[in-house]
């Protein structure tokens, strides 16, 4: 049974950045397709980007196009999420997902790290 485990949140300034990492254990993603969603206080889960299991394709909201890269390195067994220019609105918590290739439904989820972007 794949477990993920997000890290690498925090409380960081309007403008700065910061890189959460998901690592899995438990079995290898390298054959997922790796995603990272965030919700906010009192909002629904929103899709952040996603990433094959190859790395050779990525998607992202329009939102953070340009601002987020997702990446990955199935030898470690991780996915990342680097995020610059962080603004107060992306505050949320991210949690990272896996889904099976050639399916719609991420199977395996982690429990969240918290991202807090002050004014």
């Known amino acids: 049974q794949v477990h993920l485990v997000e890290s690498g949140g925090g409380l960081v300034q309007a403008g700065g950045s910061l890189r959460l990492s998901c690592a899995a254990s438990?079995?290898?993603?390298?054959?997922?397709?790796m995603g990272w969603f965030r919700q906010a206080p009192g909002k629904e889960r929103d899709f952040v980007a996603r990433?094959?299991?190859?790395?050779?394709?990525?998607y992202y909201t329009d939102s953070m196009k340009g601002r987020f890269t997702i990446s990955r390195d199935n030898a470690k067994n991780t996915v990342y999420l680097q995020m610059n220019s962080l603004k107060p609105e992306d505050t949320a918590v991210y949690t990272c997902?896996?889904?099976?290739?050639?399916?719609?439904?991420?199977?395996?989820w982690g429990q969240g790290t918290q991202v807090t972007v002050s004014s």
């Open positions: 990433i094959s299991w190859n790395g050779d394709t990525t």
């Open positions: 438990g079995g290898t993603v390298s054959s997922y397709t």
């Open positions: 997902a896996a889904r099976p290739m050639g399916t719609f439904t991420y199977t395996h």
